[in-house]
C-alpha cells in the first residue's frame, strides 16, 4: 500500500456509497422541499472571526476543533466546523431581511471537526441542516423538530430517541449560571478535572460529562428548565401541545445541553440506540440572539443539522443493490471501433445506458465481464456479422443494422 493515505479520521465516498449520499440528500430535498425550504450553499472556509464569535469562544468546537490557517494574506480562515453561523452571515450580507419572512433554507454537505476518530466521528465528515430565519413563534420549533424527525423516519433510522428542552432567555440562563457554578464550587472536589477546571467559562458542560463522580454531584445540580420565566415556559409548552398534537414521541430532558453556545429556548437532539458513543444522530435548537451577534438585525432563528454518517450507521442495513447496466459494446476487430463507438453514443442518446468494452477482450472474456457488470444485452461487432446477446437467456440473434440491434435490446429489457 502506498504510503499516501487519506488524513487521520477522513475517508473516500467510494462509488458504492455514493447512492446512500445522493439518497439522504433526496429525502432531505423532498421533506424539507414541501415545507417551503429552499437549498442554500455557502462557502467551506469562512473567516474563523465567524465561528469564534458564532458557535462561542468557551466551546470545544472553538477551543480546539478548528481547522483555521492563514489564507497567504494574512487573514486567518477556518473550515466550516457548522452550518448556522455561515447562514447567518449569508443572511446579514444578501439583505435577507428585505425577503418575505421566514427565509427557509437547508443545506447539506462536508463539515469538519479536529475531534478524536472513533466510530461515527470524523474530522470531515457531512451534515444535512436546516434553518429557519425571521421568527420566534413556538410553531417554527415544532415544525423543525417535526421535519427533522420525518426525514429520519423516511430514511429508515431506527431505534431513534428524541429528547427535547428549553434554555430559556439570556437573563434567566445568566441567573441559573450563577445557580449552577455555585453548585459545582460547593463540590469541586468531586468534580473531573476537566469540568472543574470550566466552572467559570462553561459550567453548563458540566451535564454532558461521562465522569462517574461528576455525574453524582449533577444529579442534585439546579435546573434551568425549572427557572424559565413565563413567556419562556408558554413557549416551551406551546411547543410541546404542537409536537403532541403531530404524535411526535419525545421526553423532556432537563439536562439536555448542546455544544455550541448560541442556543436559547427551544434545544432539541435525536439519538439512536443503534450507535455507541457517538450516539447523537441529529439535534438544533433556537437561537434568537445569534443574528445580532453576528452585527445584523435582531432576528430570531432556530435549526438544526444532522449527521449524514450516522443516518446511514442507524439505519436499517439493505443489500447491496446488484451492478446492472443495459448494453455492453464489443468490437471484435480493430476496425469495428468506430462502429462501436458511435452505436454506444446512440443507444445512450435514446436513454439507454450502454458501457463500450475498451480493453480489448475477447469474446469470452467480454462476456464473463458482461455478467460481473450485471449487462442485460452485449453487442458483438465484427465482420462475419453483428450479434446482439441477451445475457439473461443466452440467445443470441443477428443484427442487421444498428437500429434492429437497439430494437431487439429494447424488447429484451421490457420483458
Ligand atoms: P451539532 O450537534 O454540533 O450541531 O452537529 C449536528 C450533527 O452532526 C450531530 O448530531 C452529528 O450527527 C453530526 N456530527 C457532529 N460532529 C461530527 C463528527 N465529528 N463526525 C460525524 N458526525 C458529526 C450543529 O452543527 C448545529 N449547527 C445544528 C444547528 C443548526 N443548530 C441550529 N441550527
Redesign the pocket.
Known sequence: MSELQAPKGTFDVLPDKEADYSEVEAVAARVLGRAGYARIQTPIFESTELFARGVGESTD?VAKEMYSFDDGGGRSVTLRP???AAICRSYIQNGMHKLPQPIRVWYSGP?F?H?APQA????Q?H?I?A?ALGSDRPELDAEMVLLLAEVLEELSVGDLRLRLGSLGSTETRLTYRELLQAHLRANQDKLSEDVRSRIDVNPLRAFDSADPSTQEVMATAPLLLNSLDSVDAEHFQVVRELLDAAGVAYEVDPRLV???DY?GRTVF?FTSDRLGA?S??????R?DGLMELLGGPATPG??????V??ILLARDQRDAPEPSCDLLVVALEADRLNDAFVLANLARSQGIEARLEVTGRSVKASLKHANKIGARGVALLDSSGDQLKNMDTGEQIAAESVATLLDALRGMMVQ
Do not use: M
Open positions: 468546537i457548522e452550518g448556522t463539515f471537526r475531534e461515527g466521528r470524523f474530522r465528515f451534515q441542516g434553518e448542546r455544544g455550541l442556543y437532539e457517538q447523537g444522530v441529529g439535534g438544533g435548537g437561537y432556530i435549526g438544526w443539522a444532522a449527521g454518517e450516522r
